[in-house]
């Protein structure tokens, strides 16, 4: 199974990377929203895991922009927010 993180903190990307990987997974790592949008449209990955918050945007427009090129790669959003509307608004964008 191959995983698509997209995290911007280096500590975390590299523990979850590393854990993912001991797990037997193939793990790409994109640290902003513009590393992780060409990640997805150049290599097929069977699941992303994506920040909500990344340096040049979030991950709900991300979600967005995959679902609109008809990508149905399942999304899992991996974020501090955890407003009953954050939720929401993910789910609405496709995670």
Do not use: W, Y
């Not at 500590?11 to 193939?26: H, P, S, T, Y």
């Not at 945007?57 to 407003?83: F, I």
Request: aromatic share 2%.
């Amino acid at each position: 199974m191959r995983i698509l993180l997209v995290e911007d903190d280096r500590k975390a990307a590299r523990l979850l990377v590393r854990g993912l990987r001991e797990e037997g997974f193939v793990v790409d790592h994109a640290a902003s929203l513009a590393e992780a949008d060409e990640a997805a449209f150049v290599t097929t990955h069977d699941l992303i895991v994506l920040d909500g918050m990344l340096p040049d945007g979030d991950g709900v427009t991300l979600c967005r922009t995959l679902r609109a090129r008809g990508q149905q790669v399942p999304v899992l959003m991996l974020t501090a927010r955890d407003a009953l509307s954050d939720r929401v608004d993910g789910l609405n964008a496709g995670a």
